[in-house]
């Protein structure tokens, strides 16, 4: 009995000792992630920064100038313009895909469903731009430069990312079930379809379209291969940005934070809010 | 409505498995359960009668007329399935109105007729409530609800309570016999559970391997099974080897019984069957059908005790039921033991 006793009080040291170590290191890696972010809004608020630790003075005319200059605003457009027709172009297409790739898979095509899933992993974005660049730039398809180029880069890339959101929505609902269910009850092939499939998978496709769309206005390697002078989108610019002066860039790269984190918000709120 | 599968067969491709020249009737009104052990077709032969698989060879007729090439969405067959499949994003009411919403059934008069069914399933309160808001039992209710409002020609249900916990199965076993008589509807209860199939059908029809083994009344096929398979499947029995030793006579090997060989020859071999509750514990020494030995593991149910008892010489224990286990010795009243030819 005492001895019992004594080694449970042992096991209770060893677990608090653990809890700390755990801890510690998440502390640590927190301090490495949040350290960045909040020295680009330092940054973006300073007044000067050149060899100094931290930078001198408060003001927000860094904000006021990135409203101002034109070619933020423009980038910022294109950015926008980019992502919308991505998500557009994403749920025309990743529909139907998941659907039949939901309904293939069980009838032997599986290895496609899998080769979807894989792609964002096992093809680099960089191969993506490459590719582009040399199937573009000849006079056959002399396109490399132009927005439709870039959105059908971005389309390219999200695709998978929507797809498998809602592959994996169709797989956990049992769709097919559901789908026997409302054929025994009289719904013909397309009266399941946007009766029962389609209201089944808003809020996945919503998700799906927030974390395209996060993916897209924040997307760079492709964008900054692909993008002309003209349609530069906002990450692109940035990166231009961080040539000149220093608060400036802060401030355009906070900009896009706030842009991304509200997205990624709102994306994980609404697969949160579903039954 | 009268139900009839004709003949009917379906091969699965690439496979042995599917139903083989199959014929079944199910008069109108009356709930035939379908039993069998898994891959023995019986929810093959349910998808086929909902349209959900086509393909198969043979008619399925309903009422005269063979609905063998209509399509799933115009067959009006109640479905309840194992898992529910009710729609997520639908009320429970909504659920429940979903074929007359098809049927393009005026608002009010099909929430009327909704709200009445689930009334009759006794859950006229949860009209508003969300799917995920009920708990198995009553998701199961809503989708015999919602199977019934279609007014079906059939109901089909496909293991209905098997994803149950067993204290909700027993209450909802009888609900829905009692709802399906009440609304004479003619039934396929495709199940693998055979006291569920004995407890609520008018008959049962025992499947394995895709062929249909026996047809009969829960009663018949309890006591007269036709084959060994059907004596394994439906309750619980010792099936030993036998043979015919002289007319009324059969040799276990270890024993002879007597027994009614009816018109076999002498030499058949057969195997002999012994429900437990036919077990006689402990009896006089001058009874017919005696076995000495000793009793083996013991299930205490309350009033009885289920045990295994050993005979010297038998290749497995006889499984026996009594209030108080035999302690020496076993006998069988030859009218109790159902030889099997096959």
């Known amino acids: 009995m005492a001895n019992s006793s004594v080694s449970g009080k042992y096991a209770g040291n060893l677990d608090i000792g653990n809890h700390n170590v755990i801890r510690g290191i998440s502390l640590i890696y927190g301090v490495y ?32 100038d990135i409203w101002h200059d034109t070619s933020f605003r423009k980038a910022f457009w ?27 898979a069980r009838r032997g095509g599986a290895l496609a469903a899998r080769i979807v899933s894989a792609m964002p992993v096992a093809v680099p974005a960089i191969t993506l731009a490459f590719g582009y660049m040399v199937v573009f730039n000849t006079d056959l398809a002399p396109w490399l430069g132009t927005l439709p180029l870039l959105i059908a880069a971005h389309v390219t890339l999200t695709l998978p990312y929507l797809t498998n959101t809602l592959l994996a929505d169709l797989r956990h609902l049992d769709l097919g079930r559901l789908e026997q269910a409302a054929a025994t009850l009289g719904a013909s092939g397309w009266q399941q379809f946007a009766g029962i499939v389609l209201p089944s998978l808003k809020q996945s496709l919503l998700s799906g379209l927030v974390m395209v769309a996060a993916i897209s206005v924040g997307e760079f390697g492709v964008s900054n291969l692909l993008t002309s002078f003209q349609n530069r989108t906002f990450p692109v610019l940035l990166l231009q940005a961080f040539y000149g002066a220093t608060g400036f860039a802060c401030a355009a790269t906070v900009i896009l934070l706030i842009l991304a984190g509200a997205s990624a918000l709102l994306s994980s709120s609404l697969i949160k809010a579903r039954p | ?25 199910v ?5 035939v359960a379908v039993i069998g052990p898994s891959g023995s077709g019986k929810s093959t032969l349910l998808k086929l009668v909902s349209g959900l698989e086509t393909g198969h060879t043979g008619r399925i007729v309903f009422g005269g007329q063979d609905m063998s090439s209509t399509p799933v969405h115009q067959r009006r067959m109640g479905m309840v399935f194992q898992s529910y499949a009710l729609f997520p994003h639908l ?11 098809l049927r393009k059934v005026p608002v009010a008069e099909r929430h009327r007729r909704a709200q009445e069914l689930l009334g009759i399933v006794g859950l006229a309160s949860y009209a508003k409530r969300d799917i995920g808001q009920l708990s198995g039992g009553q998701q199961q209710r809503v989708a015999l609800a919602r199977a019934l409002a279609i007014d079906p ?11 149950l916990d067993a204290s909700v199965r027993g209450h909802l076993r009888d609900e829905i016999r009692a ?25 049962v029809a025992m499947l394995k391997d895709g062929r249909l083994l ?10 007269q099974p036709t084959s060994r398979a059907v004596a394994e499947f439906v309750g619980l029995s010792t099936i030993l080897p036998a043979r015919v030793s002289a007319p009324g006579r059969i040799d276990l090997g270890f024993a002879e019984l007597f027994a009614d060989t009816g018109a076999r020859a002498v030499g058949t071999g057969l195997h002999a069957m012994v429900r437990p509750e036919h077990i006689q514990a402990d009896p006089p020494p001058t009874c017919v059908n005696r076995l000495q030995g000793h009793p083996g593991a013991q299930r205490y149910l309350g009033a009885l005790t289920r045990y295994d008892f050993e005979v010297p010489g038998a290749s497995k224990p006889f499984l026996a039921e009594s209030a108080v286990p035999a302690a020496r010795a076993i006998a069988v009243a030859p009218e109790h033991i159902r030889l099997l030819d096959h």
């Not at chain 1, 294109?78 to 293939?104: D, E, F, K, M, Q």
Request: with cysteine; charged share 10%.
């Open chain 2, 214 to 223: 026996q047809i009969a009344t829960p009663r018949e096929i309890y006591q």
């Open chain 2, 1 to 25: 409505m009268n139900l009839a599968l004709d003949n009917v067969s379906y091969h699965y491709p690439g496979s042995t498995q599917g139903l083989h020249e199959l014929s079944l009737n």
């Open chain 2, 179 to 203: 709802i399906q008589q009440r609304f004479n509807a003619t039934t396929l209860l495709v199940t693998h559970d055979q006291e569920e199939a004995l407890v609520m059908a008018d008959r």
């Open chain 2, 27 to 31: 008069c109108a009104g009356e709930l």
């Open chain 2, 153 to 163: 020609l059939a109901l089909l249900l496909d293991e209905p309570l098997s994803a």
């Open chain 2, 91 to 101: 009320s429970v009411l909504d659920n429940v109105a979903y074929g007359l919403k």
């Open chain 1, 33 to 64: 992630l949040l350290l960045p972010i909040v020295l680009l809004m330092v940054g973006s608020l300073g007044g000067s920064w050149t060899n100094t630790l931290l930078p001198t003075g408060v003001t927000g005319q860094w904000y006021l």
């Open chain 1, 78 to 104: 294109s950015s926008l313009v980019v992502a919308l027709a991505a998500c557009a172009i994403n749920t025309v297409l990743a529909l139907p895909l998941a659907y039949s790739l939901y309904h293939g």
